[in-house]
């Protein structure tokens, strides 16, 4: 579904603090399964992660997504790819503050244009189908660091992506609920998505949801659990 | 184009969204934008509204004027001339005028005496017609108490006032005094039939430059004063003051383009952040960019309306109290009428160019910078 | 004479305007030395970014210049009081040698501007943007009629003379004066050809439109007749249509159709032939690249719509034609 190869990405390219956050990284995500990277403080594991989801340009080496090459686009296409193609979970959530919940969910489909009654629907069933249909029309500050993660989801599959990408969704959350943030991404898979996520949490990648553990240490992969 | 249109909407509502959570910024913003519209609107529409009030005017007075000249200086006119003109081809009417200053040393004002040009004032002697500037000069207590002035040979005459002018064209009447022929010739000590000029009313203003040269033919010593040389006069007048008001208006809004631009640029760190999560959620460059003139569409908007709406109340309904003295020049009659409301295509067109134009061009390149936000920061 | 607001205003927005282009053209410069799509570097990125600023540049540049043409038109024949002999916005233009100019220039900005765009739309349909060198080998071209408005403009106000006598439209635009100018070229061509000419472009443009939307060819001519059909549309306004406005056979000026006394109908006549006319060469611009490959998918069916949207207004325009002459009292042929 995914694949990387021979990608590399520098910061500050050229300047005196450069800095190789990925270096020659090759790598197959299989569709409808459940990867997690994983690694040291400053491995790469959010760099990497952003190449795959189109949100950054690696510096060399090219991404492909569904066979076609990707990593040559101008921003404009990848931006447009990744409205389709992934929905993404970040660590600190990033929901607009002053919106209401359900306004968050809908953003990402804004610029394609939906019809809006349609589009509000869309969002409300997604956020029924995690617990915070009743929650709908509230400020998002007002939710608690559980219902916020959830309500990031429901925006990440507003725009039915078929794959989800998740930079530390557990790194707030107590054990119960990192339990219940599994067992959603259990739900995801079975109904076909593809979930990538990065993680320094023993009881992500020990979990039984997950498929797929890539290791890694200073921009690079030191190894693939199958 | 459907999707368009909704594609607008939602970036339409998001940022109406996003400005009442910025209120108190935004507020500043539309307040001193709205601001420099009042001022400029209001100098524009002021000078607009004595423009038109002058023409208004003028369309009354007939189209040709004719003065007599003795060596350069302007004399009185025998009233045989008048039969000269009238055997013109082209001339519709003829008719000898009397006006003349007098200078008021009670309040050292300047009055304008005059013969109606009409009969319908039907003005018998020892009677008035005033001009509402004169009776505050000399702190009428009542509106039709009688003026008494003292001529030139000394002697003290009194009119009793018929009526005062209504207000419309006050601007041309304020200082205006009408008495009746005999009155006026009495009062000036002027000799029977002569007059301060001849107006000449033309069938066809075409033909205006032909008959100008047949009677100068007839007239060798008179000067001829077309009505458009006076609008033409008037005009420049008013554009002038008017252009001298932009120019310093012109500092104005050039340093408010500074600030907005400022106020755009420094975008802050809650908006920033907003920014960048629209994009990694999926939001195109082009997308925040619209947002973003949106929001720069819908402050103008606000601003100019408002701007302009206060600026139409101020004019019209408070005589642009702000404005008088700069606008109107610095006589002592001070005309103090409502000006009849007058707005035009061209008046908007040129407001818009001169606020909308600088401001859109100040918050262009703040607005593109803050759109380009790397898609991957916040992921950090 | 320039200190006047609408003056000062139409000065502000050339300046403006001239500021960006130049900005543009620089950038342009850069550009065309070191585009490089290919490249992941961020001097590559940065200047794809600009790119955009460019775009949003060009819409603001094409929108001012649109207002300032109206406003050009709108101060001139305000001003017209100020000179012996204008009755009009054309006695205020024929004051000196640069008014006619500044506003042909600023015709011709506005249809370069929305040309551009068009192109630019176009170029951003395509994975690989392919026509980025082409648009910004055409900024180059533009920034020097830009800045040449712009002078002319200047030129003009700074040399606008109260005591020269101006020819204003009842002589500009009559077939009998001396100084043949190119206005009274256009209105010496007698009513009836006019209105020929124009039935026969027209009939022209909607069969080659037709052609082209139906076989795909022939888009090239298709904007070609555009053109043309404009130039004789101008001239048709001039000669008859205006006639038909005023109800009077010898009023024959484009201008005073703009004003209030005749209900803004100009606007009416104007608006569609100019939307047509930039629809179509704006077809005939993209038709040379609908086979580059990354816009192969979309091109032809855009060039079909600009194709459409160019034969929806010229319809539009010729109801309103039909329509003046059917309402107007004035019989020119009996
Ligand atoms: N925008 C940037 N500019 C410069 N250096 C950067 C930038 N982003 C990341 N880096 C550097 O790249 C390296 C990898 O960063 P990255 O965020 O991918 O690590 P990580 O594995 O996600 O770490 P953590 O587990 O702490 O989130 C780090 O050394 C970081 O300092
Ligand atoms: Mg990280």
Known sequence: ?226 | ?380 | MIFQTPILALLLISALSSVVMLWAGWFALRLLLRWDLASGSRAQLEMERATDLVSTLFGFVMLAQLLSLLLYVFNADRMATLFVGAMCAVGTLNNNDWGFPTLYAKLAIFFVATMWLILDRADRTGHDYPLTRVKFALVLLIVPLVLAAGASELTYFLNLQADVITSCCSTEFTADTEDAGLGSDMSSLAPATALWLLAASGAAVALIGAVSLIWKRGTMLFAAAGAVFFVVALTAIISVISPYVYEHPTHHCPFCILKPEYNYFGYVLYVPLFLGTAFALGAGLLQPFRKVESLAATLPARIRKQVALSLASFVVFGLVVLWTIWQSQLILFG
Not at chain 1, 212 to 218: C, E, H, L
Not at chain 2, 21 to 43: D, E, H, P
Not at chain 2, 347 to 371: K, N, S
Request: hydrophobic content about 45%; aromatic content about 10%; proline content about 4%.
């Open chain 1, 1 to 226: 579904m995914i694949s990387l190869k021979n990608v590399s990405k520098l910061y500050n390219e050229g300047r005196p603090n450069e800095v190789c956050a990925a270096q020659d990284i090759d790598l197959e995500l299989a569709r409808n399964k459940v990867t997690v990277l994983t690694g040291p403080s400053g491995s790469g594991k959010t760099t990497l992660l952003s190449m795959i989801g189109c949100l950054t340009r690696p510096t060399t080496g090219r991404v492909f997504v569904d066979g076609a090459m990707v990593s040559g686009l101008p921003e404009k296409f990848q931006t447009e790819l990744r409205r389709t193609k992934f929905g993404f979970v970040f660590q600190r959530f990033n929901l607009i503050r002053g919106v209401s919940v359900i306004e968050n969910v809908m953003l990402p489909a804004a610029p394609l244009g939906p019809e809006y009654h349609e589009l509000r629907e869309r969002a409300q069933s997604r956020l029924e189908r995690l617990g915070l249909g009743a929650k709908a029309d509230m400020p998002i500050e007002f939710l608690s660091g559980g219902e916020t993660q959830r309500a990031a989801i429901a925006r990440a599959l507003i725009n039915d992506a078929p794959v989800l990408i998740a930079d530390e969704p557990t790194a707030n959350l107590d054990t119960v609920l990192t339990e219940r943030f599994l067992e959603i991404v259990g739900e995801l898979q079975s109904e076909g998505k593809t979930v990538v996520m990065t993680s320094h949490d023993p009881r992500i990648w020990q979990s039984s949801h997950v498929n797929t553990v890539v290791r890694m240490q200073d921009g690079r992969i030191i190894g693939v659990d199958a």
């Open chain 2, 1 to 380: 184009m459907k999707h368009w249109l909704r594609r607008q909407r939602y970036l339409a509502d998001f940022t109406l969204a996003a400005l009442a959570r910025r209120r108190v910024k935004n507020t500043g913003l539309i307040v001193i934008y709205s601001i420099i519209v009042f001022v400029l609107a209001s100098a524009m529409m002021f000078s607009a509204a004595l423009r038109h009030e002058a023409g208004t005017v003028l369309a009354k007075s007939p189209e040709l004027i004719v003065q007599q000249l003795v060596m350069g200086r302007h004399e009185m006119i025998p009233g045989s001339e008048i039969e000269k003109l009238a055997g013109i081809r082209g001339v519709a009417a003829v008719k000898g005028r009397l006006w003349g200053y007098f200078y008021d040393s009670v309040n050292g004002a300047n009055y304008t005496f005059m013969v109606p040009d009409d009969d319908s004032y039907d003005l018998q002697p020892g009677e008035a017609i005033l001009g509402e500037g004169i009776g505050k000069a000399r702190d009428f207590t009542w509106d039709t108490a009688p003026l008494f002035v003292t001529s030139l040979a000394g002697k003290m005459v009194k009119f009793t006032v018929r009526e005062t002018f209504a207000d419309d064209s006050a601007l041309l009447t304020a200082d205006l005094v009408l008495i009746s022929e005999a009155d006026f010739r009495s009062f000036f000590d002027l000799p029977p039939d002569v007059y301060t000029d001849i107006g000449v009313s033309i069938r066809n203003e075409r033909e205006i430059g032909t008959i100008v040269q047949k009677a100068q033919l007839v007239m060798p010593n008179a000067r001829f004063v077309t009505r458009s040389d006076i609008e033409r006069t008037y005009q420049r007048l008013f554009d002038w003051r008017e252009g001298l008001m932009t120019a310093l208006a012109a500092a104005g809004v050039l340093a408010f383009a500074i600030f907005a631009a400022e106020k755009a640029s420094g975008l802050s760190a809650e908006e920033a952040r907003e920014i960048g999560i629209l994009k990694a959620i999926g939001w195109d460059t082009g997308d925040v960019i619209a947002m973003k003139l949106w929001e720069g569409g819908l402050i103008s908007f606000g601003a100019f309306l408002a701007g302009t709406v206060f600026a139409y109340i101020h004019v019209f309904s408070f005589q642009a109290g702000l404005f008088e003295p700069i606008l109107k020049g610095w006589a002592v009659i001070y005309p103090d009428f409502a000006l009849a409301p007058y707005i035009d295509g061209l008046q908007l067109a040129t407001l818009f160019a001169i606020t909308v134009i600088p401001y859109t061009a100040a918050t262009l390149v703040p607005i593109w910078r803050a759109a380009t936000a790397d898609p991957d920061q916040v992921m950090r």
